[in-house]
């Protein structure tokens, strides 16, 4: 499969759905519950219909993951060797707050491996993209792509952090990087600002899905830097039946030993 040339088209459809989510953002909506009790809109629900409909003709063979139709049998998925992962609404909390910060999300997930994401913020228009080996993008919404790149380790640390989603253990982790400024901001926009070297460190601790991270990871990847759990082995898909991550540290310099700088292994 030629990765690159899928892109043109996973732009129109993230475009698709983006506007679709918009068409809600625009307007009073409701707020409902999902079982797990965070929040579900119908601009969730609209921008899963666009991905799924458009991913179908895209790839009519290759089955599709989403947040929103997640109930997928662990016998079935581990038959799976290529899949979409699908956030169509990444942030529904920030949606809900009307601060912007929420994103579509789509990745190509080979064997335990995303390969492809894509990942736009429809309030912004800021797009970015990356596949195996093609480096990482980003554009505006009236701007030619331009190459991304993460940056080296920093004295003092840029950390992108939680809007939502705070747990007390980060303060004692980062009490021991030295010189640091946190910079709150929702959904995978995290990752998207270490890719781009504006951000060095995001450590999340608590629970998150593998459609919240697959797309980001792919493009902070290919810009250079990585997404390891607290023992330092990279964020890895569809391996087991639930589909929550573990706890996770996304970073610009993969050269520098994170899990012995924060403390995330246990001494000896």
Same mark, same amino acid.
């Given at each position: ?49 666009? *991905? ?11 089955? *599709? ?6 109930? *997928? ?100 982790? #980062? ?25 060095? #460190? ?32 990279? #964020? ?33």
């Amino acid at each position: 499969m030629n990765l690159e040339s899928l892109i043109p088209t996973l732009r129109s459809i993230t475009l698709d759905a983006a506007a679709a989510i918009l068409a809600v953002y625009g307007e009073d909506f409701d707020v409902g519950r999902k079982t797990d009790r965070s929040p579900l809109t119908e601009a969730d629900l609209a921008a899963h219909r666009v *991905i799924v409909d458009g991913l179908r003709r895209l790839t009519p063979e290759l089955p *599709i993951l989403s947040e929103e139709s997640a109930a *997928i049998a662990w016998s079935e998925r581990r038959t799976w060797s290529r899949y979409w992962l699908v956030d169509p609404l990444d942030g529904t909390r920030e949606f809900v707050k009307r601060n912007g910060e929420f994103t579509v999300n789509i990745a190509l997930i080979d064997g335990d491996r995303t390969v492809l994401g894509m990942v736009q913020a429809p309030v912004t228009g800021e797009f970015a993209w990356a596949w195996q080996g093609g480096g990482a993008w980003m554009a505006g919404p009236d701007e030619r792509p331009r190459s991304c790149r993460t940056r080296r380790r920093r004295e003092t640390l840029v950390v992108a952090g939680s809007r939502s989603h705070g747990d007390p253990r980060l303060a004692g982790m #980062l009490e021991r990087v030295g010189s640091y400024e946190l910079t709150p901001l929702g959904s995978s926009l995290k990752f998207l600002r270490i890719a781009s070297g504006e951000a060095d #460190l995001y450590v999340r601790l608590g629970p998150t899905s593998e459609w919240d991270t697959a797309a980001a990871q792919c493009v902070l990847e290919e810009a250079g830097g990585a997404v390891i759990d607290l023992h330092g082995q990279p #964020l890895r898909y569809n391996r087991k039946d639930s589909l929550l991550n573990p706890e996770f540290i996304a970073c610009g310099d993969p050269d520098q030993d994170w899990t012995r700088v924060l403390g995330t292994l246990p001494a000896g």
